[in-house]
């Protein structure tokens, strides 16, 4: 009898030891898939960093085109401002010898 019953009393301790095994394992594969899931959030924020940061890259190249753009226009606005300037001072020299030779040409 005692024999059964100390064999009895090691099988509830291995079937205890067991079920507390499982809880610990339980807990364990809960807290690792946590952690799975921290570092997946962790590389989704690291790329969407990245990527906000590539987008930043992007609208500086792109505002510094925009400025050489608008600059190229300033200067080309600048260049037939001159143009228009010389033309208008042309067609004053031809008005005023227009003016003269129509003068000489009465006398």
């Given at each position: 009898?005692?024999?059964?019953?100390?064999?009895a009393?090691?099988?509830?301790?291995?079937?205890k030891?067991t079920?507390?095994?499982?809880?610990?394992?339980?807990?364990?594969?809960?807290?690792?898939?946590?952690?799975?899931?921290?570092?997946?959030?962790?590389?989704?924020?690291?790329?969407d960093?990245?990527?906000?940061?590539k987008?930043l890259?992007?609208?500086?190249?792109?505002?510094?085109?925009?400025?050489?753009?608008?600059?190229?226009?300033?200067?080309?606005?600048?260049?037939?401002?001159?143009?228009?300037?010389?033309?208008?001072?042309?067609?004053?020299?031809?008005?005023v010898?227009?003016?003269?030779?129509?003068?000489?040409?009465?006398?």
């Amino acid at each position: 009898n005692t024999a059964f019953d100390t064999a009895a009393h090691a099988l509830c301790c291995n079937i205890k030891a067991t079920a507390q095994a499982n809880i610990v394992v339980s807990i364990l594969q809960a807290r690792c898939a946590h952690f799975e899931m921290h570092d997946i959030a962790q590389t989704r924020y690291e790329q969407d960093i990245s990527d906000l940061h590539k987008r930043l890259e992007q609208s500086e190249a792109n505002f510094s085109n925009g400025q050489s753009l608008v600059q190229a226009f300033a200067q080309g606005l600048q260049k037939t401002k001159l143009d228009l300037d010389r033309t208008c001072a042309s067609a004053a020299v031809a008005d005023v010898l227009l003016v003269a030779k129509e003068q000489q040409d009465q006398k």
